[in-house]
């Protein structure tokens, strides 16, 4: 039986992303990458919507993504997962780079003027698309890595510590908080930040061993309005002390109040809908039903407005923000509805097979 809750999360969350994009490719607190600031604003105080969603949505994706690994283990067996999240998850981040994605990586490097340096070979602008074009198929790179090693877990411990964790008390929960901290300090790539193994890891493990269990989910149920203040006060805290720095690269996104707020912002958004949105109706179907394509094609749209419109001054800035908003959703859903529908672009750049 499907948990509706868990559809609902995933759903909002990669729609929290489009939007998250959208400000963040026109952010003025100088994250690179990006086209950057367009507007006169001397404080683009909307920006903190940055600092509200960024600590916690990404850790949320792998808790969730913790959950169905575990509940598609009692259904399949190693192989068979290893095969499923190879062709879903491996497929899409290296031949679909090669039969599509390479198109955001041209994009990618347009903002830096890669592109069009005349003294790069063409060789070497090739490549540069091809690894640009990983974008942000960074999560599904490090999920498939997480899947193989989770298989040889389940085969080690042979569910024993999943057992212990069905009863977990919720004090236990705030402790953990600890334990979160001290995964954001390891496995942090120096190049690349949003590779952060270590943190990325640990939030999967937990989605596999605690929040997989239905009896957890009850207990955190009960105590949402405290998870809800809790991550708010922390939350508030984190935007005001921080705004104006890169939250998203050290010391920023290792700091105590950037985890701590991350850790409790994902339990009060898992006990929020377990609680409230654990139901389906014909939208929220439709959301989840796309919420894949969505997420792997939102960004093109984004991207290429800031290319094509923004940077060039084309439209003001209030139009660039809503056409990228706009193109982020209807190009991301219009290219899932064509691409999954052709023969070798479907497994190819979604990871769709033949009886999906």
Request: glycine letters at 8%; charged letters at 15%.
């Amino acid at each position: 039986m499907r948990k509706a809750y868990l559809d609902n999360i995933r759903w909002v969350t990669v729609a929290l992303v489009v939007i998250y994009h959208v400000i963040y490719m026109y952010n003025a607190e100088g994250i690179v990458g990006t086209l950057g600031k367009i507007t006169n604003l001397e404080v683009q105080y909307y920006d903190a919507y940055q600092y509200v969603v960024y600590p916690w949505f990404m850790m949320l994706l792998f808790i969730v993504s913790g959950v169905s690994a575990r509940y598609s283990l009692d259904k399949h067996t190693g192989k068979e997962f290893i095969k499923s999240r190879t062709r879903k998850l491996l497929v899409p981040v290296t031949i679909g780079l090669f039969a599509f994605q390479f198109i955001q990586g041209y994009i990618n490097i347009s903002f830096s003027g890669v592109a069009e340096n005349p003294e790069m070979p063409a060789i070497a602008k090739f490549i540069a698309c091809i690894l640009s074009g990983i974008g942000v198929l960074w999560y599904i790179q490090l999920l498939w890595i997480f899947s193989l090693v989770i298989v040889l877990i389940k085969r080690i411990d042979r569910d024993r510590l999943w057992e212990k964790c069905k009863n977990m008390p919720s004090w236990i929960l705030l402790i953990m908080g600890a334990f979160v901290y001290l995964a954001g300090q390891v496995g942090n790539t120096p190049i690349i930040a949003v590779y952060r193994f270590g943190l990325y890891f640990f939030s999967f493990l937990l989605g596999y061993f605690v929040f997989s269990h239905d009896e957890v989910i009850e207990v955190i149920k009960k105590y949402f309005p405290f998870w809800l203040i809790i991550a708010a006060a922390l939350g508030i805290a984190f935007a005001v002390r921080y705004f104006g720095q890169n939250y998203a690269d050290k010391p920023v996104n290792r700091s105590p109040l950037f985890l701590l707020y991350g850790w409790f912002g994902c339990l009060a958004m898992i006990s929020g809908f377990a609680k409230y949105f654990d139901f389906e109706n014909r939208f929220t179907k439709w959301m989840s039903s796309r919420s894949w394509g969505l997420y792997v094609f939102h960004y093109l749209g984004i991207s290429a407005v800031a290319l094509f419109v923004a940077k060039p001054g084309l439209a003001p800035a209030w139009a660039c923000y809503l056409l990228s908003l706009v193109c982020g959703f209807v190009l991301a859903y219009g290219l899932y509805f064509v691409i999954s529908r052709l023969p070798f672009f479907r497994w190819a750049v979604l990871g769709i097979g033949k009886n999906d």
